[in-house]
């Protein structure tokens, strides 16, 4: 941990979690004496976050002031480290605090579920959506108030597809995505995310996962079929509208404004607003924007040099297709013998390829979803990473999907 203050304006104090490639230290503003959260992002580390992951989350948090979710105060870089400074939240997750009592009474959490409704309203209403809630990715401040944070796997109504109005990129966490995702015809944001608002209440009441199998494959499998059971202490109202949220079927789905005129969901509701909230309230007054506020604004100026690094991440594709195994494999090796790869199979279906005398060492992993569809798994586990992206793009992509235009890649979970 640096000795002298991070530039010169922030004191790094005790480490408050970590990941693959961040960490979160509080930290103290020396000026005023503020608690911040400083998000750490290595750039050379080769489990990085991709820059286009950390451009979004960025330009997503600066567009968002609302009460119910963790506030961007401004971004900092150097060389190898991008640093977010965010609004310290003293509670702590909620998946901690699930953890700690075992379940919530009702009353508390239809509270947390009012809260991140109102806040997800917010976000569905200037296009944007989520993706990854979850327990984990929620945090609780000092007075008891829910806060909505990481944005990382967010997605914006400019990556909607024009072909078909929907998202098409596989993420999120598996207990907590919704089945269309798991489907090569894509999905709606919004709809997905109400998904996940709906396994949030379950768990909070029940104590745990509706869906849930150490084996990843029969997980995916109970959450496509969307069969649970609920525990004999829920009511009849919750279990209700459980059911429309955790609708296996989205067009079907609860929507918000449904939830919203629930009378389950509106007994108790106190000095929560939903549409038409005030604007000016949550929204960046021009006294009060940073430097990154100031690039972002401008069009001609292209930032992405803050998040260039010289050690990038092992790729990761994963694609779902209506298609058996065998077809998959058979297809990929053949390909593979006509460029001259070295191939060695793997158990089950899997292949390892070694291309251009060992330049590149890639990987491809297929696992069955259901029984039309399976899950290809390409990976890049060592060697050059343009090599692997030109492949990928231009041959074995195609060679995957066939004639199928759905490309599903993941984002880095």
């Not at 296996?248 to 509701?269: C, H, M, Q, S, V």
Request: aromatic share 10%; charged share 30%; with cysteine.
């Amino acid at each position: 941990m640096p000795e002298k203050p991070l530039f010169g304006k922030y004191e790094l104090g005790k480490l408050l979690g970590c990941g693959a490639s961040a960490k979160v230290y509080h930290a103290r503003e020396i000026n005023n004496g503020q608690s911040v959260a400083i998000k750490m992002i290595n750039k050379n580390n080769k489990d990085n976050i991709p820059n286009e992951n950390i451009e979004r989350e960025i330009s997503i948090l600066r567009q968002l002031r609302h009460p119910y979710i963790v506030k961007l105060y401004e971004v900092l870089a150097t060389k190898s480290k991008i640093y977010f400074v965010m609004e310290y939240v003293k509670g702590g997750e909620l998946f901690t605090k699930i953890a700690d009592h075992g379940r919530f009474s009702e009353d508390l959490s239809r509270k947390y579920f009012q809260q991140l409704i109102s806040a997800l309203n917010y976000c569905h209403s200037r296009g944007i959506y989520h993706r990854d809630l979850k327990p984990e990715n929620i945090l609780i401040d000092e007075n008891g108030d829910l806060k909505i944070s990481d944005f990382g796997l967010s997605a914006t109504t400019d990556q909607i597809q024009k072909f078909d109005g929907l998202l098409h990129t596989v993420c999120g966490s598996p207990a907590y995505v919704a089945p269309e995702i798991l489907t090569i015809k894509g999905y709606d944001g919004a709809k997905t995310d109400i998904w996940s608002c709906g396994i949030i209440l379950y768990v909070m009441i029940a104590g745990y996962l509706p869906f849930y199998d150490q084996n990843l494959m029969l997980m995916y499998k109970k959450i496509y079929k969307g069969e649970f059971k609920c525990p004999k202490w829920m009511s009849p109202d919750v279990i209700r509208i459980l059911s429309r949220l955790l609708d296996t079927n989205p067009a079907t789905r609860i929507t918000i404004d449904e939830i919203i005129k629930d009378p389950w969901f509106r007994k108790g509701l106190k000095f929560i607003k939903f549409a038409g909230e005030e604007e000016d309230k949550y929204s960046l007054s021009s006294n009060c924007l940073n430097a990154f506020d100031l690039i972002s604004f401008s069009q001609g100026l292209d930032i992405s040099g803050l998040f260039k690094s010289n050690n990038p991440a092992n790729d990761l594709e994963r694609t779902v297709v209506e298609q058996s195994p065998e077809s998959v494999i058979e297809r990929v090796e053949e390909m593979a013998k006509k460029e001259n790869f070295r191939l060695r199979k793997k158990k089950e279906w899997g292949i390892e390829m070694k291309v251009q005398n060992g330049k590149l060492t890639m990987s491809v992993d297929i696992y069955r979803l259901t029984e039309r569809f399976v899950i290809v798994e390409v990976k890049r586990e060592a060697g050059n990473g343009d090599l692997y992206t030109d492949l990928w793009r231009n041959k074995l992509k195609a060679v995957i999907l066939g004639q199928q235009i759905a490309e599903i890649q993941d984002s880095g979970s």
